[in-house]
């Protein structure tokens, strides 16, 4: 599967930014779907997760009740929306997916596949 991100820039403290995820050529109805992000001098680190049917997902601390997984119905895409956004979310944002099983793992080496990233840059 190979997974496209978008969706990412620059934008003040305060805004926001709506990423998505998309699987080239195939629906992603069969896995379940992570994002993480990694900054400059820091390890990657889980941000949200969604299970195959969209009825489970789970959230970093650091990103609960700002930011929101979801997927379309037709399970074509995933997009993060994230709001009220911080210069501590500057990273860059990969979506991750596995095929489905039970559970919404938070850990990258629960996933088998990646996207490129895309940059989110949050100024103060």
């Known amino acids: 599967v190979q997974l496209q991100a978008s969706g990412g820039g620059s934008v003040q403290a305060g805004g926001s930014l709506r990423l998505s995820c998309a699987a080239s050529?195939?629906?992603?109805?069969?896995?379940?779907m992570a994002w993480f992000r990694q900054a400059p001098g820091k390890e990657r680190e889980f941000v949200a997760a969604?299970?195959?049917?969209?009825?489970?997902?789970a959230y970093a601390d650091s990103v609960k009740g700002r930011f929101t997984i979801s997927r379309d119905s037709a399970k074509i895409t995933v997009s993060l929306q994230m709001n009220i956004l911080k210069p501590e979310d500057t990273a860059v944002y990969s979506c991750?997916?596995?095929?489905?099983?039970?559970?919404?793992?938070?850990?990258?080496?629960?996933?088998?596949?990646w996207g490129q990233g895309t940059q989110v840059t949050v100024s103060s």
């Open positions: 050529g195939r629906t992603l109805a069969i896995y379940d």
């Open positions: 969604i299970d195959w049917s969209g009825g489970t997902n």
């Open positions: 991750a997916a596995r095929s489905k099983r039970p559970g919404v793992p938070l850990r990258a080496k629960d996933y088998d596949y």
